[in-house]
């Protein structure tokens, strides 16, 4: 099955792990990291907050509008030279924690406008989740569970900052 699923409840700093297909991990599990994964560098890239997923990056965003309502957002990308990679789904379900709250979203892709031209039927690069309890003083953890290459492989962003990595305020 090819998703990306956002789960919560994982602690500390941004990290990665491969896991085989059929392997869930509870969330209270703490999962390994990814061999030569640094966790003493820099997890940010503007106003996006990086996760590695082997030889790819996930960037995670957030969009804050009083008119459309509040987004996040979720780029996958190459990690040499930053090019979108697309998936091969159009829809991505999954959950944010604050705290001890749980809240559902579901991804779907970004407007055509915001996503790169020529970007195959049925994949997707940029997803967009609507996201109305978010508030700019909030920190949420994020686990992202990616299938690529034939593997899935999970990864966390914890201690996101809404304030921090929001790309837009309205």
């Not at 780029?75 to 604050?98: N, S, Y």
């Amino acid at each position: 099955m090819r998703t990306l699923l956002l789960l919560a409840g994982l602690t500390a700093l941004t990290g990665c792990t491969d896991t085989a297909p059929t392997t869930t991990t509870p969330a209270t599990q703490a999962l390994p990291q990814e061999k030569g994964h640094d966790e003493g560098h820099d997890h940010s890239s503007g106003k996006m907050m990086i996760g590695h997923l082997g030889k790819y990056h996930a960037k995670l965003t957030a969009h804050l509008s009083a008119k459309d309502g509040n987004d996040l957002d979720v780029f996958v990308e190459t990690v040499d030279a930053p090019t979108p990679v697309a998936l091969p789904t159009l829809k991505v379900t999954g959950v944010a924690r604050r705290g001890a709250e749980e809240f559902p979203l579901t991804f779907e892709p970004a407007p055509a406008d915001e996503r790169p031209k020529g970007e195959a039927a049925g994949s997707c690069s940029h997803f967009v989740a609507k996201a109305a309890f978010l508030k700019p003083t909030d920190t949420l953890t994020v686990v992202v569970e990616v299938e690529l290459d034939g593997r899935n492989r999970k990864c966390t962003w914890r201690n996101f900052e809404v304030a921090k990595f929001t790309h837009a305020a309205e």
